[in-house]
């Protein structure tokens, strides 16, 4: 800033338009101007709060940075994926941001993005190959290995060092990113030889988790604990145990934040324990941020992986302070 007054000082005409230029410099990333708004088409698979405050990360990215933000959800089904894609290379946008719903069927329609100089980033999940120029998601492992972490403690402090153990995932949807977060848990709280996980089905939508919730406690009347790998298994298996009886005998850890899931945290019925939650505004944001960097030709991270916030009914005090955060986010978000 020093060389910036310096140079305003001159008076000269040479010296303003260095001036501008440094300025530039002096204040970091430059916004492109209307005539070079970008186009960017942010695109996500389903509609819950996870999503909700991705899309909200997006627009606010957008605003801050001037582009165009083309808003979709495939609603988790392939074939509006690819409609959608195509949809937007012939509508001509500069970057798609994208959670792919396969690593290996999503490449086909992003490839031809690609080929037709679309730059593509995604969040969440990604695809193989080196089509997305950067890659934007939670720590997967970290968020199973947290959540297993407050498990294990869970089990030696109230069960003795020994439970029998029942887990929800979601491997017929997203198998890498399923793999990753059980794989976390399993990793900690199979440390201890008293441990025995006894089912493991996929149910990530709450309605259906309910059920297979349910169908388990029914199966399994020895059981400890359930383990859900997302936001919907978690809800699901909280109700399970309440509309089955078995609050005070059954208890349940899962992932992903909401409302809802604190305010079960929350609850004197004891039922869930702790949940290790993502930064989905955070996500969100830096797709977007990424895509208009890379347009711009400046350099991205290839990978970008942020870690789990793990909330546990054992600090009531950490879980309202992210409740405040939350509802503020989630405020701005409908604003």
């Known amino acids: 800033m020093i060389i910036c007054r310096y140079f305003i000082r001159l008076g000269m005409v040479a010296a303003i338009v260095m001036v501008a230029f440094l300025q530039s410099a002096c ?15 942010g695109m996500v698979f389903q509609e819950d709060q996870f999503f909700r405050l ?3 990360g997006m627009q606010t990215a957008a605003r801050d940075y001037n582009a165009e933000l083309l808003e979709a959800n495939s609603l988790s089904k392939p074939d509006k994926e690819i409609q959608l894609v195509n949809t937007y290379i012939a509508r001509g946008v500069d970057a798609i941001v994208i959670s792919p719903l396969s690593a290996t069927a999503s490449i086909t329609a992003l490839k031809r993005a690609h080929a037709k100089g679309v ?49 929800l995932a979601f491997k017929s949807n997203l198998p ?27 149910a990530w939508m ?25 936001e919907g298994g978690t809800v699901g298996s909280v109700m399970a145990v309440k509309n089955s009886g078995n609050a005070g005998k059954v208890v349940v850890f899962g992932t992903d934040v909401s409302e809802q899931l604190i305010n079960f945290l929350l609850f004197e019925d004891n039922i869930l324990q702790a949940i290790t939650g993502q930064q989905p505004f955070e996500i969100g944001y830096k797709s977007v941020e990424n895509a208009v960097k890379a347009l711009k030709k400046e350099q991205v991270d290839a990978k970008i992986a942020l870690p789990g916030v793990l909330l546990s009914r054992q600090d009531p005090e950490n879980i309202r302070l992210f409740q405040t955060k939350l509802q503020q986010l989630i405020a701005g978000s409908t604003d």
């Open 27 to 41: 204040d970091g990333q430059k916004k492109p101007s209307a005539e070079s708004r970008y186009k960017i088409a």
């Open 54 to 56: 991705v899309r909200f």
């Open 119 to 167: 730059v593509v980033v995604t969040y969440n999940s990604t695809i193989e190959g080196d089509i997305p120029t950067s890659f934007v998601e939670s720590d997967q492992r970290d968020l199973g290995r947290k959540t297993g972490e407050a498990a294990a403690r869970y089990i030696q402090e109230r069960l003795g060092g020994k439970a029998k153990i029942a887990i």
């Open 176 to 202: 890498e990113q399923s793999d990753a977060r059980t794989g976390g848990f399993k990793e900690k709280v199979l440390q201890l030889p008293g441990v025995e996980i006894v089912a493991e089905q996929d």
């Open 206 to 230: 709450a309605e259906t988790a309910v059920k297979k919730a349910g169908d388990i406690l029914t199966a399994h009347p020895e059981l400890d604990i359930l383990f859900a790998a997302n």
